[in-house]
């Protein structure tokens, strides 16, 4: 691929510029039609959560299929980067990094909000507010944070990393269709699948930016006062894109990783603190019993569609999610490739599902489950709130338990430094794709990058439109699915010729040195 | 003793030379009483020029295989007092005709080449390494000093290190030699990411030299010394080699059990990383 260089940029220009004036003219449209464009996209969402769920129920039911089938084969023996890569990163360095770029701000932001949710709501036809609600609400929230979503990024990170690392391509998701369209990838099609993920991840990035200041800014509300306006939540845009600029600038090993294990630190020490401040014991028996019923009801529960019952709870919940953790996939998937050369396949994905999986599982459970023992056994009530605010659910509950504005106070940092670590990583990301697959591009088309999200979420929230393009990221998540079908036939193939290549080289190395001392034996005693 | 009965494996490459004179060596110094030298033929559909040699020699390949190396053997064991016998088998798995073979005739241990420079011939020895119930000793081409004069025993203080230093003891008197031991402490981080690593360390070292006196002192080794090195930088397995070689070691002892996943000293899998580095001298895995 050819690249227009100069000492700032280092561009592909089929798809930067593509993608740049896709972006522009996005949101210009957004903001000019206003509420029309937000009612399109929105009737178009939910003609595909009603008519296309179980396609998103059978993709994301493929792709755990899938994760299994790469751990357990011999397809697990493949070391990313060939066969005698080394890790870069330490193990807790590269779990950081994963969870922080995954999950980070889904856990803040719902920790609380989705088990009170389904605890206090009608979940196909159960009584609210019940022992029996709350056992459901756990395994629906751990249903929708759990395998099924990292299988997701998973299958799509191993594919980018084999073909960038195994196969010298660049890492940018027009490579991991290789197999199928050959040389093809170098040409508009590949430029187009790379224009569209530059778009989804932008898209992606900037909504839950400017969604997610939402909560930082009620929660500095409710800690400190200050005023919880749109004017106040674009200047704390303006501070996670600084701070996330300066740790983009810094580079993947200096600044990305330094925060994500910072992140992660922080993370766990809030965790722990919530465990002994909460009703410990019965934080630690939830955790063991949810996971239980995870387990125990994971099959019947990916494959829900609610078909006998008739009604429609999944289509707010499941399919949503479903379609969000595959919208957010390009992104997420690019960059725990990224971060992930020298490990194996197997060891790749018991990384990148099983742990992150279990770490939310013990941190849905201890959140969520402070807030359903307030309701269930003090008899307190919160889930009004959570259910007027979704966004103050997490402050809300800490209210109810001692040390309530350091708490506060710590969550609202853990949601900024989430922020912080999605968008420079997310600005990594978008950084490579435009520069062809580099790894490494100039510095200032890194800030670039940071900026123009911090200035779509800003100019989105001023102008109206965040939940219009939430809503069309989202709506993107279909179209993506079927394209990561093909992909995963890509994928299946090119990892089956890795493996026979393989088992083939060994074989034929071995039979012919043995042929061959045989056959001077033979030939030697036969002078004999 | 240790070596009173080996099994060898031999491949009729240029490594069987130098796998018989180091062979040769202990069978000298540690007065092995019998040695078995086994070769297996594995199943592959040999061209078909060979079939037509063999039947105009009129001999099976099983045959040609002995006598070759009974030649050979001869040729290097004519000076020693003992009759090695040679076995040729046939089967798709070398690992598991070796450890077959060596658990029915009661051997000591499994002497194995490993080769660095020449062509291998598919023999794994992690396999055999997993599979068998002897000790295993592994001698790499590059092997250049047939002799112990200085050896080095990993160890990790669990029940296993006593038996580790007793067999490390017996062959250092016997030789003679000099012994040392080293421990490898490594703070499993990801169990523990808060604890700050300088004083971690610090603590670590102290439980280490504590578990070392205690060992030494129930058993009569109260002149080993035993090195203690952090395994941060390296890892484990590479930390013990780096020793080794700053030693001039010439023979590594090390257990093929040890303690569990989190005292971060995994004796069983450091087992099979040390046995894939390139080494240039012999490494006896005790059982």
């Known amino acids: 691929m050819s690249n227009k260089k100069n000492k700032y940029f280092d561009i592909h220009p089929p798809v930067f510029y593509p993608a740049s004036i896709i972006i522009v003219l996005f949101i210009a449209l957004t903001l000019i039609i206003g509420k029309p464009m937000e009612e399109v996209f929105v009737n178009l969402q939910s003609q595909i959560t009603t008519n296309a769920g179980w396609l998103l129920v059978l993709v994301v039911n493929m792709f755990l299929a899938l994760a299994v089938y790469f751990s357990v084969s011999k397809i697990g023996k493949i070391r990313l980067g060939g066969k005698d890569a080394e890790p870069e990163f330490s193990t807790f360095g590269w779990f950081s990094m994963l969870f922080s770029a995954g999950l980070g701000i889904g856990l803040l932001f719902f920790g609380v909000g989705e088990p009170m949710m389904h605890f206090s709501n009608d979940v196909i036809n159960e009584t609210p507010g019940t022992a029996e609600a709350a056992k459901n609400a756990m395994k629906y929230t751990f249903l929708h944070y759990g395998l099924h979503a990292w299988a997701v990024y998973a299958v799509l990170g191993v594919a980018l990393a084999f073909f960038a690392f195994n196969k010298g391509l660049p890492l940018t998701l027009r490579s991991v269709f290789y197999p199928l369209l050959g040389n093809k990838v170098n040409g508009w099609i590949g430029n187009m699948i790379d224009t569209i993920a530059v778009v989804a991840t932008l898209f992606g990035l900037a909504t839950s930016l400017g969604l997610g200041v939402g909560q930082v800014s009620s929660g500095l509300n409710y800690l400190f006062g200050t005023a919880d306006t749109v004017g106040f939540q674009v200047f704390l845009i303006a501070a996670i894109t600084g701070a996330a600029t300066i740790s983009v600038v810094m580079g993947l090993d200096k600044g990305v990783r330094v925060l994500s294990e910072l992140n992660m630190r922080l993370a766990i020490v809030f965790l722990v603190l919530m465990l002994i401040l909460g009703p410990t014991v019965y934080l630690l028996d939830s955790f063991i019993q949810n996971v239980g019923v995870y387990f125990q009801n994971m099959i019947e529960l990916g494959a829900l569609t609610e078909v006998y019952q008739g009604t429609a709870w999944q289509h707010d919940w499941t399919i949503f999610y479903w379609a969000w953790w595959i919208a957010w996939s390009p992104f997420v998937a690019m960059f725990i490739a990224r971060v992930s050369k020298g490990r194996t396949i197997r060891e790749f994905f018991l990384g990148v599902m099983l742990v992150p999986s279990l770490l939310t599982f013990l941190w849905m459970s201890v959140f969520g489950g402070s807030g359903i023992y307030l309701e269930l056994q003090q008899g307190i009530n919160i889930s009004d709130a959570v259910n007027e605010n979704i966004s103050t659910a997490l402050f809300v509950m800490l209210e109810e338990y001692p040390w309530s504005t350091l708490m506060s106070f710590l969550g609202i940092i853990l949601v900024t430094s989430f922020f912080v670590t999605s968008s420079d990583s997310g600005s990594l990301v978008i950084d490579s794709i435009t520069a062809g697959g580099k790894l490494d591009a100039p510095v200032a088309q890194r800030i670039f990058w940071a900026f123009v999200e911090g200035a779509v979420a800003a100019t989105l929230l001023l102008g109206g439109g965040l939940n219009a393009l939430q809503t069309a990221s989202i709506v993107s998540g279909l179209p993506f699915a079927i394209i990561l079908i093909i992909m995963c036939f890509s994928l299946v193939k090119g990892l089956h010729e890795e493996v026979r290549a393989m088992e083939k080289a060994e074989k034929v190395k071995e039979r012919t040195a043995y042929q061959s001392i045989i056959t001077d034996l033979v030939n030697e005693r036969k002078t004999k | ?287």
């Open chain 2, 1 to 287: 003793m240790l070596f009173k009965q080996i099994l060898v494996a031999l491949d009729l490459t240029e490594m069987d030379d130098f796998l018989l004179r180091y062979v040769l060596f202990l069978v000298k110094k540690f007065k092995t009483e019998k040695v078995y030298f086994v070769h297996n033929i594995k199943r592959y559909d040999l061209p078909e020029a060979i079939d037509e040699l063999l039947i105009e020699i009129g001999k099976p390949l099983e045959q040609l295989i002995t006598e070759s190396l009974a030649e050979k053997v001869e040729s290097i064991f004519s000076e020693s007092d003992i009759k090695p016998s040679i076995l040729v088998k046939h089967s798709d798995s070398t690992a598991h005709t070796l450890t077959d073979v060596a658990e029915k005739l009661k051997v000591d241990a499994i002497v194995l080449g490993k080769k660095n420079a020449f062509k291998g011939t598919g023999l794994q020895v992690d396999k055999v390494l997993q599979l068998t119930n002897q000790s295993v000793l592994l001698v790499p081409d590059w092997a250049f000093n047939n002799n112990i004069t200085n050896l080095v025993v990993p160890i990790d203080f669990s029940t296993h290190s006593k038996k580790l230093l007793n067999v490390a003891q017996n062959i250092a008197n016997t030789a003679p030699a000099n012994m040392g031991a080293i421990h490898v402490y490594e703070l499993p981080r990801w169990f523990f990411p808060y604890i700050p690593e300088g004083k971690a360390n610090i603590s670590l070292l102290k439980d280490a030299e504590k578990s070392y006196q205690k060992l030494v002192d129930s058993r009569d080794l109260k002149g080993t010394k035993c090195v203690f090195l952090s395994g941060k930088d390296k890892g484990v397995a590479k930390t013990i080699q780096a020793y080794a070689i700053k030693q001039k070691a010439d023979f590594l002892i090390l257990g093929l059990k040890g303690k569990n996943q989190f005292t971060g000293f995994q004796l069983g899998s450091i087992a099979v990383k040390i046995s894939q580095l390139d080494w240039q001298i012999p490494i006896l895995f005790v059982r």
